[in-house]
């Protein structure tokens, strides 16, 4: 395991669930616009994108920090996963639409 210090910002947590959030946006959008089978669009949706992100880690670092006393990180934390993720979301939704 890698060593990260009390109260850092969980970078790496943070970039896999905006980077989920796109590929299921994408998956969505060719869904509706371009016909992929529903089936796939479940599979890889829930399947992949369930497993490649993660909330409890998101939520245990969420809290961690805050146990930390880094309140301000914390909510950037909080904040800025969930802007980036829904816009990561409507930008794989926009292209997969196209």
Known sequence: ???R???AFPRGTWLINVTGSF???LLVGLG???ALP???VVIAGVGFCGAYTTFSTFSYELVHLREERQVGKSLLYGASSLAAG???AAAG???GSF
Do not use: N, T
């Open 23 to 25: 590929v299921l946006g």
């Open 32 to 34: 509706a616009r371009h």
């Open 5 to 7: 210090s009390p109260g």
């Open 86 to 88: 829904l816009s990561a």
């Open 93 to 95: 939704l926009a292209i």
């Open 38 to 40: 529903d089936r796939v």
């Open 1 to 3: 395991m890698q060593y």
